[in-house]
């Protein structure tokens, strides 16, 4: 027996163990309206992590019973999307609009068992007479006959009617303390052209009654979706009891994943991107996984972020720095160091000849010795970070300063001299002497320098745009949006910041899209994917984080 490491797994176990299923088979359903977002990957982690661990199959499903926005487009990103995260579905690649013809046959079964009617109530009257939780609904057609059903039904088929004139119920229970399962409707009327159909249907089930049909003729095991279809299970078992399927899956929920400072829904997504508010689906602002994929996050990654985050059964708000600190971990590993300098300011060194130029070694990577050095060549005008100077220092600044000594990460330890300006006040160059005794070891006469910065030689950088980015909306708890508000109230603006001016040291001329890399001192950055010679800031280096214990 495998070991459960969920409650999800433990209601496996336990029907492995009653012999009522014998090899797992799950599935992924994602409606193609939309990019995946880091939602999605949970119950992908879910669906794909739980066959793989009990040897099983996963099934990819587009759910695109809902003829309304659809694509192809959005078919191929999310193929793309879960093969990124590591994940197949080998040969089975299904569409929930493959089971049309079955989902009416079914719908004809029950009609012809007297489970289903088709009723006459408009959405506004159907709302009317569902009543409360000390009156039953009324519903007024429940009493057809079989045979006018069977009729009225097929007429629907034909396109006999028009949008909305009738619908066919599931005949349930019209007291139930669950209004899902007040005879629900479970077929509409509606006169639009279906992406994969065409004109071929004019009526469409339910998902209540389509999604339990195709997990059934599928062969799911255990169809696993997110906690707001808890209240809808027992009509999705309901249909597999009364429709001849061939299987009985089961439905488990678990808890959705909510993020800090950020939307999960495609809908949000969507009219980010419409309204031109973020720079299409793959934004590096956007949770969508081909937006973090740009900004610069790893398949791996992702993948850790959702099994620190667990899975468990009640919602819970999960802080997006827990999502950055996975990157974060595993690029402080990975990622090769180099130099580069933001905001940079030039430093005149005014000791060292204008003809010379020496090289110092500096380490890829200072905890992977194996990875090497390269040379960094040094010359009498070098770059700093703007950030790395204070004409009027706070209390404990140790990085350059009038007067003061900082040292020049793996050169020399220099002493600020003369500052001069441009015409505006803002600062042109500062000239420098630098102890050219001590080279880049502890002072000869052992005094103590406290700062370290890094520079770049002015004559040896190529220049480079750098996108700073920052959450997209200000307001933490996503779920506590105010009634009077919108989420595009909070939109934060300065959740992206371009740099224009950046000096990068000359190896990262070879850098390919895609490549990432730590910017020593300034954070974790990756090669844009679509726009030349421009660095996305995936993560800073720290961050004050600690997980709950
Ligand atoms: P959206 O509102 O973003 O469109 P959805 O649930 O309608 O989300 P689907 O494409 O229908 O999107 O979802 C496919 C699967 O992904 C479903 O089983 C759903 O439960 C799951 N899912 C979607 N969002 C989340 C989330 N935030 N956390 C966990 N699972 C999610
Ligand atoms: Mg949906």
């Not at 939780?133 to 006018?148: C, K, M, N, V, Y």
């Not at 080279?439 to 220049?463: E, Q, Y």
């Not at 200000?474 to 740099?499: F, G, H, R």
């Amino acid at each position: 027996m495998v070991e459960a490491s969920n409650f999800i797994e433990e209601f496996i176990n336990e029907d492995l163990a009653s012999g009522k299923v014998t090899k797992i088979h799950t599935r992924f359903p994602p409606e193609p309206n939309g990019y995946l977002h880091i939602g999605h990957c949970k119950a992908i982690t879910i669906d794909f992590g739980v066959a793989k661990k009990y040897e099983g199959l996963c099934n990819l499903r587009m759910d695109d019973t809902n003829p309304a926005k659809e694509d192809t487009e959005y078919v191929d990103a999310i193929k793309e999307d879960i093969h990124w995260l590591g994940f197949d579905w080998g040969d089975r690649f299904y569409y929930g609009s493959d089971y049309f013809e079955k989902d009416y046959e079914y719908a004809v079964e029950l009609i012809n068992k007297g489970l289903a009617y088709v009723c006459e109530l408009t959405p506004d009257q159907m709302d009317e007479y569902r009543g409360d939780l000390t009156h039953p609904a009324i519903s007024p057609w429940r009493d057809r006959p079989i045979e006018e059903n069977l009729d009225l039904f097929e007429r629907m088929k034909n396109g006999e009617f028009p949008d909305g004139k009738y619908t066919l119920r599931a005949k349930i229970d019209l007291a139930s303390g669950n209004f899902w399962m007040r005879d629900p409707v479970i077929y509409r009327i509606k006169h639009m052209h279906h992406h994969r159909h065409g004109n071929k249907w004019c009526i469409y089930p339910t998902y209540d009654f389509a999604h339990p049909i195709q997990d059934a003729i599928e062969g799911i095991t255990h169809s696993l979706c997110s906690l707001e279809f808890e209240i809808h299970r027992p009509l999705y078992n309901w249909v597999v009891e009364n429709v001849s399927v061939p299987h009985t899956p089961r439905q488990i929920e678990f808890a959705r994943l909510n993020i800090t400072n950020t939307v999960l829904s495609k809908r949000f997504l969507r009219s980010m991107v419409e309204s031109g508010t973020v720079d299409g689906w793959d934004d590096p602002r956007m949770p969508t996984l081909c937006g973090l994929r740009r900004r610069g996050y790893t398949g791996a990654s992702i993948l850790d972020f959702c099994s620190r985050v667990g899975v468990a059964k009640a919602n819970s708000l999960v802080d997006i720095r827990l999502m950055e600190a996975c990157i974060r971990d595993e690029l402080n590993e990975s990622a090769p160091r180099r130099i580069a300098v933001l905001d940079p300011i030039k430093v005149v060194i005014d000791n060292y000849p204008a003809d010379k130029s020496e090289t110092f070694e500096v380490p890829n990577h200072p905890q992977h010795p194996e990875l090497g050095t390269r040379a960094l060549p040094f010359t009498r005008e070098i770059y700093i970070d703007a950030e790395d100077f204070a004409e009027v220092p706070p209390p404990k600044f140790f990085r350059l300063k009038p007067d003061g000594e900082v040292r020049l990460m793996g050169a020399y330890i220099i002493k600020c001299g003369e500052i001069i300006k441009n015409e505006d006040g803002s600062i042109k160059e500062i000239h420098v002497t630098a102890d050219l005794e001590t080279g880049c070891g502890i002072p000869v006469d052992g005094r103590k320098i406290k700062g370290t910065i890094h520079w770049l030689s002015a004559a040896n950088t190529i220049d480079a745009d750098v996108m700073l980015y920052d959450n997209l909306l200000t307001l933490e708890d996503p779920s506590k949006l105010p009634e009077d508000k919108e989420y595009t109230d909070y939109l934060n603006p300065e959740s992206v910041i371009k740099k224009s001016s950046c000096k990068l040291e000359l190896s990262l001329v070879d850098a390919k899209p895609g490549d990432k890399f730590q910017f020593v001192r300034t954070g974790y950055f990756c090669k844009d994917t679509k726009n030349n010679n421009t660095f996305n800031r995936i993560v800073t280096l720290k961050d004050g984080y600690k997980p709950a214990k």
